[in-house]
Each structure stands twice: as structure tokens, then as C-alpha cells.
């Protein structure tokens, strides 16, 4: 087999690209050290065993300006939480209700994964994804843009949708030797009063 | 103070392994083949969304721009400076929705020419690009698996990921404008492929170790009983007591050893044959898109190219019942550049080339069946799937192909 070795296996590389790797494994590796427990991030409880390290590391290390800037404004940002520090013990799902100028109302299926089949569910697993922030108190300014987005689903000029109501489906997964909840809890987490405005904004985008 | 010189020694040892691990030269086609891989999950990826386009990247979506923005803190504060430095992106503030499915159709073609190594360094580039800019304009849709597809798109960029295993490299071949040798690059962008993937793994164990259910067992069994996960059906015992103790431990034991003992070559193929047991098992169970798929993707990059070379060719060397010879016109003999263009599309030299009798190509299968010469070179030489169907293109190459044995 034909080869090409080099005489000196280093002699190539910059001390500027050195710099750079060392700089980046750096950087990446303080960002994506767990953040240490809310009690202890908040003084409420002192760190203990291996949490000093999380505890120090965010203290002084994780919001240094420069780890900041190159992270996150060159997209190699990262952290790296799947089924940590938990694994998800509850399943979501949503729906909402339109109500449209005629005082009519339809019923909307946000998708959900359960009720999909194999190819369906692939492809629109984004929703689901979505919902679990869209669905969670933290974030309820995507409250208002969710809703719209459901009414501009529903749009008709002749008779606008004017309300839309979300609705959250939750149910715990019971652990070990637990039994199992068999209904989906429900609650109306939000109303929206339809901005019409917004609606002939994107009808205007449309044309 | 004095230290003795064997000291001085162990250290500057050190310095120069680590130096010749980071920064030596070695084949690039590990880093060819790991581009290849990622840009076909980059394509599959871009398909799946291009499906919900609309719904994730329009400002009639679920996420207009100004949400996008919002929901990613977009400017990075300079603590010693009253200045703010925007994220990288094309979308930043983009309310025209052609804009953005313009910069979604060019990512996307980017992504093809990326996974055929076309055009390659401007290909990587701009998926990097397109990637972050399309991340920075909807967060909110995104799960590990993106996170991976964002930083190894970066990864790819800044290496010289078109050196093997691409269209690149063999039209370089072809025009003769390349060495036939293998592509020595300096390792320094696959060692840091490899060493987010084994950063990945540890940290999400460390932070699975502060977790409640992880420390009493019982962590895989939630995840089985989601609906909202489910894909293909488990055998029960899996999925209970006593065994999902067992399986969550397995977890965690399989999760540090691809963030750590992965780099001692010894066990280096055992751990990460675990990890594409944990990552298999995940993807039948779970519907997490491509997730897996890009996981693994990664492990490519733990293997040094000419580990890779030389492991196709033990397994070629294993299917004879796949060989075949390839007989030259005779009195013609292949052109050097035609000589290395085929060489390089067959990573498992299953054909070989011969002198022929007859004034036409001619092959036999390893039976001495006679069979069709091109279809047969192209249903052996993998690299050749890319292009080989392509009509045409044979009759093209056998006009170039030859020359006349001098003498």
C-alpha cells in the first residue's frame, strides 16, 4: 500500500492552531461540566464530594467571557443532558380549542406521537419536542405565538377564529410496584384572545 | 529544585506523545468517512424538517423570529466591554420567510455535496453555516442529536475532510492532479471529533450520577413506559424488575467507559461495540430521530484511518466469493490516474485488473463465469456507488482509461 509519512510528524502544525485546540478543549469542556445542584448553585446547601468541582467550575470558569463569546456566538455551544439528571417520568400531550367570530368552535389535535403511526411519528417528532417547552410554566412566553399559530391554522377571513384555548394532557409513569395511573390529567393552561391584527398581517404576508 | 533527569525525560515524553496523538499526521480516511456518514444524516435530517418547514422556520410558524431570538438569548454581553456580540447567523432577525427557505434549500444541498465530498471544503462550510444559522433561528425544536449535527458540522469545516472518501479526491485522481499516496493530514480536528463525543458521554454520566433514579436503579424504566417515546414493542423482562436494575447500572458503567477507557486501544472496540448496543437498543425502542444513528456516527473518529484501510482490505481479503477480474483490452494497460481512480473506489480490492486476450474488456466472477464488466465493478466497488449507475459515464471512462503498452 502506497504511504506517505511525513519526516517529522509535528512539523507542520502551527503554534496558532496549538493555541486554538487548546483554547477550544478548554472551552468546550468547562461548558459542558453539569451545573451543580439548584441547592447548592443558590448557597442554600455547601457542596460536597465531586460538587466542588460543578460548584467551582460555574463559579469561575463557565461564564468566563472568552469560553462565553467564542461558544456561543460560533455555534459550538453544547450540554449535554439526555435522560439526565433524570430520565423524563411523565408524558405530554396537547390539544386546544378554536373559537371562531360565528361563536362556532373546532377542536385541534396538537400531533401526538402516541396516536401516530411509524412514518408519521419520525417525522413529526419536532412537535413533540416543542411541547415539552411549550407546555411548561417556564416558558410561557411561547404561549401567545402557540395560539396564534393555531388560529392562523384555522384562519378564514369571512369568519376569523377570536379565541384559542391550549390544553395540557399529563400522566406520571408509576415507578416499580407502583400502580399506574390510567387517565391523562387535563388543564387549560391558556386562553388567547385572537389579535386580529396579527391575523391580517399574515394574510397581507400571503399575497 | 533538582530534579533528576529521568524526570525531565518522563515529562518531555509526555509532551511528545500527547503532541504526536494531537497533532501528528496520519491517513485522512477516517475523517472522510465520518464526513460521508454525516452528511447523508445531515440530508436525512434536512428531508425529515423539510416536511415542517413552515411550521419551525416561517414567521407563521410556531416559532417567528422574534420568539427564535427570545427564546436563545441572541446577544453575548462582553463583561469588560458595553458592547454585545450577536450569535452567528444568516436567519438573525429575518422576517422574510423566502430568505429563510432559501438559506434551508442551500444547507440542505450543502448537506448532499458534504456526504459525496463535493466541492467539498465550500460544502462543509456552508452546512456549518447553514446548521448554526437554522439552530440559532429555532432552538426550541432541538434535542441532542442536533446538538451533535451543529458542532461536527463545525468539526468537518475546519478540517480537511475532503481528502478521502470523496468525489474531490477522486477527480483530483482522475486529472492526475493528486499523489496516488494516501492523504496525510494532522489529526488535531478527528482527535477533537473524537474528544466531544468521549466529553459528551462523561459528562451526561456525571450528571446521570446526581440523578435520584440513577443511583437507586431504576432510571430505564421510565423512558419504556412513555407512549409518547414508544416505538417498536421490548420483551417484557427487559423492561422490568429485576433486570432494568441491571440495565440502568449497564447504563451508566457502558456511558463512562465511551467518556474514558475509549481511548485505550485494548478495549477500545469492546466499549464501543457496547455503545452501538446501548445506541441499537435505543433506536428500536425509541423514537428519537436520528439520534442514534448520529451518536454513533461519531465512533468512526476513534479509529485512525489506516486502521480503517486495513481492516477493509482483511475483509475483502475474506470475500472471495465476491472477486472479480477485470481483463484490459489487449496490448492496453490502464493510465496511472485510471489505475488509482479505481484502486481508490475499491476499498475491499475486490477486482483486480489482468492483461486480456481479446480486443474487449472482458470479467469473470471468482467461478470463471463471464459477467458484465461495469455492473460488476460497480456492485463490488463501494465507492463507485455514488456515480457508477450514472449512464454513460463507463463508456466515457473506458475511452480514457487506456494506453498502449509501450515496447
Known sequence: MATNEPQSKTQHVSIWVKLFVL??????????????????????????????????????????????????????????????????????????????????????QYPRMALLGLYEKHVKERYRKFFERAGNDDYNYLWTPFALRIAHMYDNPANPPTRVKLYRHWRPVAGPGQAQQENYDTYMYFEYVVDQKELEKARDGLK | MNQPPQDKGAIRETIDTLNDFWFGFGSATALGLFRAVFGTLACLNFLNLSQMWESWFSERGFVPAWLGQRFLWPQVNLVWLPVEVPRMGLLNGVTD???????????????IFTALGLWTRVSTVTLAVGIVSLHHRDAAILHGGDTVLRVMSLYLAIAPSGAACSLDRLISLWKGKTSTAITQVSMWPQR?????????????????????????GTANWYPARLQEFHRFPVPAFLTNTPTIYFTTYLTLIVEFALGTLVFYRPLRGWILFSGLLLHGYIEYSMNIPLFSYLMVSMYISFYDGEEIA???????????????????PKGQKLTQSAGAFLATIDPFCLVSYVQGDSPEWSAQNHSGKTVPVWRSICGRALGCWIFGWFPGFWSRFEMKALEPISG
Open chain 1, 23 to 108: 483554547f477550544h478543549l478548554m472551552a468546550i469542556t468547562v461548558w459542558s461540566l453539569p451545573n451543580p445542584p439548584s441547592a447548592v448553585d443558590t448557597g442554600k446547601v455547601s457542596p460536597a464530594g465531586t460538587q466542588w468541582i460543578p460548584y467551582y467550575n460555574k463559579k469561575y470558569l463557565k461564564e468566563f467571557p472568552p469560553f462565553v463569546v467564542y461558544l456561543t456566538v460560533t455555534g459550538f455551544w453544547q450540554y449535554w443532558d439526555m435522560f439526565a439528571p433524570d430520565p423524563t417520568q411523565t408524558d405530554y400531550w396537547a390539544e386546544a380549542t378554536v373559537q371562531f367570530k360565528d361563536g362556532s368552535m373546532k377542536h385541534y
Open chain 2, 97 to 111: 420567510d423566502r430568505i429563510s427557505l432559501l438559506v434551508f434549500v442551500i444547507t440542505f444541498v450543502a448537506a
Open chain 2, 192 to 216: 477533537l471529533i473524537a474528544y466531544n463525543c468521549a466529553l459528551l458521554y462523561l459528562t451526561t454520566t456525571w450528571l446521570k450520577w446526581g440523578g435520584h433514579l440513577w443511583q437507586n
Open chain 2, 310 to 328: 486495513a481492516w477493509a482490505k482483511r475483509r475483502g481479503a475474506k470475500l472471495n466469493r465476491f472477486k472479480l477480474t477485470v481483463a484490459l
